[in-house]
T-cell receptor
Framework: RKEVEQDPGPFNVPEGATVAFNCTYS??????FFWYRQDCRKEPKLLMS???SGNEDGRFTAQLNRASQYISLLIRDSKLSDSATYLC??????????FGAGTILRVKS | GAGVSQSPSNKVTEKGKDVELRCDPI?????LYWYRQSLGQGLEFLIY????????KSGLPSDRFSAERTGGSVSTLTIQRTQQEDSAVYLC?????????????FGPGTRLTVL
């Protein structure tokens, strides 16, 4: 079983749609959680950290369920510029980051 | 300010040759990571440096891989006797401690092709 699992997609959605990505992780001792965004042939960039209470940044909402070892990312009012691969990232003891393989999002006009 | 830089941006080598990849982290960042990303795959952790502590080498796939970080700044990743399965994009990232709360900033990567 992979340490961090994501649905690879692709998710093809129209502009303005709401889309949700899920991620599960296997190590219950994981400490911190993040969503990164990676554009085609570019380096990953931090989208947002994920806090236990859930957090929102504009059109993006992230939630964490430690009991179920589950992380989600919700994107509202999708824009063409949101098209990218979204990487679920889990930090384990010792500051080791474990990346999921990513979920591809394609927003179409 | 300047971000993380990596060189070379592309490297083509023949099977069996040694290669050295370089990473210049953001000035003042004490944490430095190396990852690799194969085509269509997620990032695979290779090695982590934090300040003067012993590096976490648990992700290095074989003893052909090694890395060092001189003076707490520049890092080099060396792959000896390269194999075709080593072909990937090698990404370096740096960050401020404590890394659990701070963003990792990635360099543009080195695309390694082993023929």
């Amino acid at each position: 079983r992979k340490e961090v699992e994501q649905d690879p997609g692709p998710f093809n959605v129209p502009e303005g749609a709401t889309v949700a990505f899920n991620c599960t992780y296997s190590n219950s001792a994981s400490q911190s959680f993040f969503w990164y965004r990676q554009d085609c042939r570019k380096e990953p960039k931090l989208l947002m950290s994920v806090y236990s209470s859930g957090n929102e940044d504009g059109r993006f909402t992230a939630q964490l369920n430690r009991a179920s070892q589950y992380i989600s990312l919700l994107i509202r009012d999708s824009k063409l510029s949101d098209s990218a691969t979204y990487l679920c990232v889990v930090m384990e003891y010792g500051n080791k980051l474990v990346f999921g393989a990513g979920t591809i999002l394609r927003v179409k006009s | 300010g300047a971000g993380v830089s990596q060189s070379p941006s592309n490297k083509v080598t023949e099977k069996g040759k040694d290669v050295e990849l370089r990473c210049d982290p953001i000035s003042g960042h004490t944490a430095l990571y190396w990852y690799r990303q194969s085509l269509g795959q997620g990032l695979e952790f290779l090695i982590y440096f934090q300040g003067n502590s012993a590096p976490d080498k648990s992700g290095l796939p074989s003893d052909r891989f090694s890395a060092e970080r001189t003076g707490g700044s520049v890092s080099t990743l060396t792959i000896q006797r390269t194999q075709q399965e080593d072909s990937a994009v090698y990404l370096c990232a740096s960050g401020e401690a404590p890394i659990s709360y701070n963003e990792q900033f990635f360099g543009p990567g080195t695309r390694l092709t082993v023929l």
